[in-house]
């Protein structure tokens, strides 16, 4: 990925939340004749240690997990933060329109899950972090011959971590009065992801007193 240097994230907590935020992403394989690209849930878990882990699963009739039959198969995981349009209207000075984003790729080597029991666990996990801001959280009954049938039709897969690049365009290039007026634009549009966009960006307050 091509990340200018005014555009590089290397703040952890802020790339953490953003896979933590933004789970459903790309998982890219067989670089080269062509890659194979899966869209998928991808859980983001900050251990072990240095940059942690991504646990998912897919159906067993998709052919990208039959070509991981290596100890080591590197893949890529990139999980796609909030984006929005910018038009030039909203700078002081003239310009161009662009489009700002934030992105997190995760580089590391895939291990397939196939046990049944570690299959089980993975899946109430993940159930358990989406179902748990529910008013009445679903869980999965395993006793339920249903779903142990469907077990059978999926494959779970860790990767761990290796490298972790994040480029949060934001309009760090602009001056900051273009940078908050872009910011207010975006607050106003009535769009969750582009109010989500403008609250990542670290606008220094005129007074000193931090970000506004």
């Not at 992105?103 to 109430?124: F, K, N």
């Amino acid at each position: 990925m091509y990340v200018p240097e005014h555009f590089q994230e290397t703040h952890r907590e802020r790339m953490q939340t953003l896979m933590r935020d933004h789970p459903f992403g790309l998982l890219v394989s067989g670089i080269g004749d062509p890659p194979f690209v899966s869209h998928l849930p991808l859980f983001y878990e900050p251990f072990p240690e240095p940059w942690g882990r991504v646990l998912g699963h897919m159906a067993r009739a998709n052919p990208q997990w039959q070509s991981w039959t290596r100890s080591e198969n590197p893949v890529l995981a990139i999980f796609q933060g909030p984006d929005a349009y910018i038009s030039p209207s909203w700078y002081a000075t003239p310009d161009v329109p662009t489009w700002n984003y934030a992105v997190v790729h995760v580089s590391g080597s895939v291990r397939l899950i196939t046990e049944e029991d570690l299959l089980v666990a993975m899946l109430d996990q993940l159930t358990d972090r989406l179902e748990s801001s529910r008013p009445v959280a679903w869980k999965p009954d395993w006793e339920d011959a249903r779903l142990r049938k469907l077990i059978a039709g999926i494959v779970g897969f860790e990767i761990r971590i290796t490298e972790i690049r994040a480029q949060f365009k934001l309009g760090q290039n602009r001056s900051l009065e273009d940078q908050r007026r872009v910011r207010e634009q975006l607050l106003r549009s009535g769009r969750s992801d582009a109010a989500e966009l403008a609250r990542l960006m670290p606008i220094p307050d005129p007074a000193g007193s931090g970000s506004v």
